[in-house]
């Protein structure tokens, strides 16, 4: 077997390999701008070539490979071979060999799921450490003599302190994680993560291989990533451009579907009632009552003819048009091709030549009695006439205390001047979805799923509706008023009912006795969700009644400042002013990013954001405060308490919530 020498030989060739390949990238961009034939071709070749060789040059710095394989004699398809596996392709010199094989490719898949009991061929797994790109070991398994031990490298990289964006985890992907990586591209699943057990790196990961696997189909029709606030996309940013995957779009579902702006806001009561799933009834109705009955029938002049569509043909074409169920934008546009058709026939009875000009100009010329029947509207103005609480059709579903609930108290004097609310927002997609279908993507991964609403589930539905899914979330972790309590019935929500649903529950972030702690506030969360033991037996756990809570979170974070990674107070919302004061006021440099970054080591952050983040070091301040600042706060301090990787502080001047089971003593 190979030295550490001359796996550091490799290393050489490996940077040798990449140069080579980007090299060869951007002498394509140069030659592809000669060989293409039509115009079309040539934009497509060029957009293909400069995206490749912008991707190899924006290489992020590190390891070239991570692993490596050494399959027996007896292997049926490796005989004898060995592979280095990586993050990346890299090409062999002159048309040879690859001297990396991406972690995607299948043979690749026995780094992960090869054991002693199964070597699956491979006598021998490699596991390097690297500090940097500098490789500084290896440790080998022998597999194929049933020789596997517990892996210091590999525990080394899951405890590896968290400083800035989230890291991709391709040299730490467990077997069932690497399960739900490789699901097929038409299957949707839905992945329960409790804390740390990696559900968002699979979801990203899910990604990376998707397009790897089935590049052309998701090229066409898109990966669309949905986080639940810009916070967390700043921290996963960095995760699916180190895997080498750039056109991949991320964004939050607030968004997605901003097509105006936000500048009202909601009452409680309000807010309930617009992410409610009798909402898209309320909206159907209201907009198809717009649809009148013909009164007179259709009437054109055409030169010196005069064409005639009867009144009770016309309502005949409205009411069959109606009972095929079309988008109602898509319907309109059936009545007029109808109505043209039916005048068509007698054009043409009379020996009129209908060529395509002709159609265009009398199809514009049925429009004022189309108008009338089956008008033109934009969402706005069917959520205005809906929100302005006059008597309508949604008056069928919801009665009248909702209807003034949802009524503007200061109506605005047009649709223009309306002042639209995030909840608003969603109303005025489903109603988009009414009028014409939106176009969807190959693939959608919706992260903290189970925070979304029944109708922000059906905004989603809307987008992976000829796609699949990749559901994330954590029930114990639901913090909205409308947050999940069953999977099956969250998928049945997002339009995949048979979609299968897979729980996570090995923590490879959150060390023991911090998910020991939070494990004692499931049983008030009311969710069935099994708890979560952890990979970590590392990790460190304080519990601390403080007489002032400002100075007893200085000096834990000055006590934080010893210990290497990042370190994030988390306190109710209402608390944060005056922790980030306190903390200034004795000359503590504070970030304002809730990820970290900057270059600060220090974030002060509100319970309200901290999902979805860690920090090598958290400080929960006053959990009694963070437990009744909401109707969830229960399952909000929940959150806080595990974004903690390596060690948690709980700080607190009042008494602890009676929900905390025997908390630790002081240390």
């Not at 699979?202 to 090229?219: D, N, P, T």
């Not at 997609?429 to 993507?441: F, K, N, Q, S, V």
């Not at 969710?527 to 002032?548: C, F, H, I």
Request: hydrophobic share 40%; aromatic share 6%.
């Amino acid at each position: 077997m190979e030295t550490l020498d001359d796996e550091r030989r490799y290393v050489e060739r490996c940077t040798a390999g990449l140069r080579r390949m980007l090299d060869g990238a951007r002498n394509n961009v140069i030659v592809g701008e000669t060989v293409a034939g039509d115009r079309y071709s040539a934009e497509r070749l060029g957009r293909h070539l400069k995206s490749l060789a912008k991707e190899l040059s924006e290489e992020p710095e590190g390891p070239p490979f991570f692993g490596r394989l050494d399959f027996g004699q007896g292997s049926a398809e490796h005989p004898g071979r060995a592979y280095h596996i990586g993050r990346r392709h890299i090409t062999g010199e002159h048309g040879g060999p690859p001297v990396v094989i991406d972690w995607r490719a299948p043979v690749s898949r026995a780094f992960y799921r090869a054991s002693a009991r199964d070597p699956q061929g491979v006598e021998v797994r490699r596991r390097f450490g690297w500090s940097g790109s500098t490789l500084t070991g290896f440790e080998d398994e022998r597999l194929g003599r049933g020789e596997q031990g517990e892996s210091k490298i590999l525990a080394a990289e899951i405890e590896r302190p968290r400083v800035g964006p989230m890291r991709d985890i391709v040299a730490t992907i467990q077997p069932e994680q690497d399960d739900l990586v490789r699901a097929e591209l038409d299957t949707s699943i839905c992945v329960q993560g409790a804390p740390g057990t990696g559900k968002t790196a699979v979801g990203l990961h899910r990604a990376a291989y998707l397009l790897y696997a089935h590049r052309k189909r998701l090229e066409r029709s898109g990966v669309l990533v949905l986080g639940p606030n810009r916070a967390f996309l700043g921290y996963i940013s960095a995760v699916l451009p180190a895997l080498g995957e750039v056109n991949v779009e991320q964004t939050t579902l607030e968004r997605l579907l901003a097509t105006v702006p936000v500048t009202g806001s909601d009452s409680v009561e309000a807010a309930m009632l617009k992410h409610d799933l009798r909402m898209a009834e309320a909206l159907r109705r209201t907009l198809y009552g717009r649809i009148g009955k013909p009164a007179e029938p259709v009437a054109v002049a055409d030169g010196s003819a005069r064409w005639r569509v009867g009144e009770g043909e016309l309502r005949r074409i409205v009411d069959d048009t109606r009972r095929e169920s079309l988008p109602y934008g898509v319907g309109r546009e059936r009545v007029r091709a109808r109505v043209v058709a039916a005048i068509q026939r007698q054009a043409e009875a009379r020996g009129h030549t209908a060529n395509a000009a002709w159609t265009r100009r009398i199809g514009r010329a049925v429009t004022p009695a189309l108008d009338a029947v089956w008008p033109a509207v934009k969402p706005e103005e069917v959520l205005y006439e809906l929100l302005m609480g006059r008597p309508g059709p949604a008056d069928q579903v919801l009665n009248a205390a909702e209807r003034a609930a949802l009524t503007w108290a200061r109506p605005p004097r047009s649709v223009k001047s309306a002042r639209w609310s995030a909840a608003d927002l969603v109303l005025l997609d489903e109603i988009a979805g009414l009028i014409e279908r939106p176009g969807g993507y190959g693939h959608v991964i919706v992260d903290e799923a189970q925070d979304l609403s029944p109708m922000e589930c059906r905004a989603v539905a809307r987008r992976s509706e000829h796609g699949s899914l990749t559901v994330l979330g954590d029930l114990a972790q639901g913090t909205t008023p409308w947050a999940a309590t069953s999977w099956p019935a969250r998928m049945e929500l997002l339009g995949k009912p048979d979609g299968q649903v897979i729980a996570l529950t090995t923590g490879f972030r959150v060390p023991a006795v911090v998910v020991e702690l939070a494990n004692t506030l499931l049983a008030a969360l009311r969710v069935e969700v099994p708890a979560t033991r952890s990979y970590r037996t590392d990790g460190r756990l304080r519990v601390t009644g403080v007489a002032e809570l400002d100075k007893g979170v200085v000096a834990a974070v000055r006590e934080a400042f010893t210990f290497e990674g990042s370190i994030g107070v988390i306190a109710a919302d209402a608390h944060v002013e005056a922790l980030t004061s306190a903390l200034w006021n004795d000359g503590v440099d504070v970030s304002g990013d809730v990820s970290g970054d900057a270059g600060r080591r220090l974030s002060v952050l509100p319970a309200s954001l901290a999902k979805g983040l860690e920090y090598d070091h958290v400080i929960v301040a006053e959990p009694a405060a963070i437990a009744r600042a909401e109707r969830r706060g229960l399952n909000r301090l929940y959150v806080a308490l595990t974004r903690a990787v390596s060690r948690l502080d709980v700080v607190h001047a009042e008494p602890l919530p009676p929900e905390f089971s025997h908390p630790p003593e002081a240390t």
